[in-house]
């Protein structure tokens, strides 16, 4: 190390290392733009080793994916001339190879916060490296905000660098108060090509059959970006069909490490590559040979759905950047061409930026992670993008569920929890099936659920079939392929407890209730009648197939079921014993508000989430309960529950009527879903005795509306909007106010404003009103806003009408200066 020369080294960065080196002696953040084969993954970080600044503590550098944290860390190692575990080591889930002499450890991204945790300073850290941060993955965003933490409160000395080749990083910059710097790098030009558009519903045969007529135009290795293992091995059947000479390499994150690296090296025979990836080849890994990439332009992400609290893997378009740095990858070594199977009109309706994962994930780890960090208030830290409340509150649930949180505090079981290395749910399971005597078991599920399905849909959901194939391997050989990478992790399942494995046939019931445990409000009961439909704990409905095996079940645990609108399906459960739920029975005292049996019903129910199992009426319950389940019920049809008569709706209106007009003046929000909405703030006092339909009837709504408002408020609206004025045959009308300040009607009979000369105004004499003048019979005769006109014009021909219809009417010549009547006046003989 002591002789290591990173300008020995022909790679772009190179040139930019001595103003990294600059910048990070008086300041301690930085953004590195560099685009792909730059060397910023494996130059950078050893030629800023042994700087001053660093004070002899080690280099963390963070990667998206575990395959190019291993190979990051083997290719630097490589070039120090030394094997990992050195100079250079790495950390992944399971697997680390690291050892006193590490000054440089390249780790996932996870890793990153269980080091937090053992020592919140990171004090052995000089700095942190977060690689290819435009993935946006969501341990990045939560390294970097618990590492500005650490920056900002107890380590101003910590250093922290960004890098991407593709990112916005003027924003970065401006939130993060960071320097860009930028290389050039040495990217060889990339023709790009549009071709036809793919077939959604065949994207790997179709990907196929456009690669076949442009492997005699190009006599490069092949890089092939499609979305998943099906569209690969779809592809592949048609490649190795039509290409025998070629070689067809997958490569995907559940390969074993030696078909990886089939993928990644060159042909040893010098026969042509074409290496079919998912997106796992987009960023860091370099495959040597690659001037051609062919991309699908589709990508598969996990969703998470905050209605059904589970995640799914959904197809779709990949982003602008996402598309420049798939193409990029033919211009590593030489010029190259890359072909988009998508038009130029597709192109230019691309989104700019991925989405980042913090908007689509389960953020049940994160809430655990930073409770554990002590953050109660997880939204006020620096993000670039804050998580979404939605989310952050369901998390909140699943947690208080698994008994980890409890009023907002952490518990002992959380603390617990939250040593395991796994998602909170699996470590609630793994825990409970230690006082089971159950936890081999455990190991073996959490594999299964961790990993891609081993059978086939036709073998049946049961999890059991599952456990029983892998026990078959461990135990004879009896091996299914994907059998071989669930026994790894649950190898490493059990080297983490150190226990042995066990092979004997799984009791179903205690596969079930374990699953239960980690999926409590996915516990689900056999709906009446059966027909393999299913009611989760969850409130959702879900079926399995008639002819499972499972389909008669009155119990089930499930791990896995699809996010369909109405009817779900399940893909993988196991029976569960009634008699064993005793545990996760809950008693409930349930007041709610029926409208259609009449009022308040106050219920003790035994539950399991939403399957009720048992119910008993109330005799006595809090007023506090009570009145929340009246303003609950307010706040959902608080419409038809209350009287909202016209003097409610008058005195609403004229509220709306003075905040439209006087946008100054702070006068409340008020519409009838906003009063319901916040009726714990006006109409709570008077709810303490109301158990009926007919008692919120009787409660007069605009009495309390106006008790509502403090005196001077009271004066305030009487004076500036009235409701009633008074005309000169001395009667007292009312004004009839609109929605949100549409002109005030006044209906008055016409021959109660003989004499009245202006036409009355409201809001201080800004308003003019609409006058609605009636015949004696109260019949509208005509509509004003100029009074004045109306005596001079209009009177004359309405008189007319009159007279003919009022013959026994006084109707004078001059309405001005004649007498208002209240009554009725009759001419004189």
Partial sequence: MANFDPYSFDLPVAEIISDVKSHFSEFNSLILQA?????????????????????????????????????????????????????????????????????????????????????????????????????????????????????????????????????????????????????????????????????????????????????????????????????????????????????????????SPSDQQRAILPHPSGKRK????????????????????????????????????????????????????????????????????????????????????????????????????????????????????????????????????????????????????????????????????????????????????????????????????????????????????????????RKLFGIRAENSPADPWATGLLLAYAYPERIAAARPGNNAQFQLSNGKIAQIGHRDDLAHESWLAVAHV???????????????????????????????????????????????????LGTRPLKSYSSDTALQAVLDAIKEDGELLLNWDEAALQLIYRIQSLKAWNPGQSWPEWSIQRLCDRADQWLAPYLSDVSKNEDLKKLNISQILVHSLDFDRQKELEKLVPSKISVPSGSQIPITYKENGDTPLLSVRLQEIFGLLETPRVNNGKVPVLIELLSPGFKPVQITQDLKSFWENGYFEVKKELKRRYPKHEWPEDPVSAEAVRGVKRKTS
Avoid at 571 to 577: D, K, R, T, V, Y
């Fill in 35 to 255: 685009p792909p084969g730059a060397g910023k993954s494996t130059l950078l970080p050893l030629a800023l080793l042994n700087q001053s600044w660093l004070r002899g503590k080690k280099i963390l550098m963070l990667e998206p994916r575990r395959l190019a944290t291993k190979s990051i860390a083997e290719r630097m190692a490589s070039m120090l001339g030394e094997k990992v575990g050195q100079t250079v080591g790495y950390r992944i889930r399971f697997e680390s190879a690291v050892s006193e002499k590490t000054k440089i450890e390249v780790i996932t991204e996870g890793i990153l916060t269980r080091m937090m945790h053992q020592d919140n300073a990171l004090e052995e850290v000089g700095l942190i490296i977060f690689d290819e941060f435009h993935e946006r993955n969501l341990f990045s965003e939560v390294g970097l905000a618990l590492a500005r933490e650490v920056q900002q409160i107890l380590r101003p000395d910590l250093k922290i660098l960004l890098m991407s080749a593709t990112i916005d990083a003027d924003q970065l910059g401006k939130l993060l108060g960071a320097e860009i710097i930028q290389s050039k790098g040495r990217q060889y030009p990339v023709a790009i090509h549009y071709l036809s558009e793919v077939d959604e519903y065949a994207i790997g045969e179709d990907t196929a059959r456009q690669i076949i007529p442009l492997t005699k135009k190009h006599s490069g290795d092949f890089l092939v970006f499609l979305p998943g293992q099906g569209d690969i091995k779809k592809a592949e059947a048609v490649l190795r069909k039509a290409l025998p000479e070629d070689m067809i390499l997958p490569l995907y994150g559940q390969l």
């Fill in 274 to 493: 074409i290496v079919l990836s998912t997106d796992i080849a987009e960023t860091s890994l370099t495959i040597e040979g690659v001037s051609v990439v062919v991309d699908s332009g589709f990508a598969k992400s996990n969703r998470f759905d905050t209605r059904t609290g589970l995640s799914r893997l959904v197809l779709h378009r990949i982003s602008a950047d996402s598309a420049d740095q798939r193409s990029g990858r033919a211009g590593r070594l030489t010029a190259g061409h890359a072909y988009r199977l998508w038009t130029k009109a597709i192109q230019n309706q691309l989104v700019e930026f991925r989405i980042p994962e913090i908007l689509e994930a389960d953020l049940t780890g994160l809430v655990l992670d930073m409770k554990a960090w002590g953050k109660e208030d997880i939204r006020s830290m620096t993000w670039l993008t804050p998580p979404p409340s939605g989310t952050l509150a369901l998390s909140e649930r699943v947690l208080e569920a698994i008994d980890a949180v409890e009023e907002g505090t952490l518990t002992e079981h959380g603390k617990e929890i939250h040593k395991l290395p796994v998602h909170p749910r699996i470590a609630h399971m793994l825990i409970y099936s230690k006082r089971m005597d159950q936890l081999a078991l455990a190991t073996d599920i959490a594999a299964i659920l961790e990993e891609r399905d081993p059978l086939t849909s036709d073998a049946g959901v049961d999890l059991n079939l599952r456990i029983d194939a892998l026990r078959r391997f461990r135990d004879r050989g009896v091996s299914i392929a994907r059998i071989k990478k669930i026994e790894k992790v649950a190898a490493q399942y």
């Fill in 562 to 612: 699809d996010a369909r609108e109405g009817m779900g399906k399940i893909w993988l459960a196991a029976p569960l014993n009634p008699k064993d739920l005793a545990p996760l029975l809950k008693t409930r005292e349930v007041l709610e508000w029926n409208r259609k049996k009449g009022g308040l019903i106050a219920n003790a129910e035994v539950r399991i989430g939403a399957i009720i």
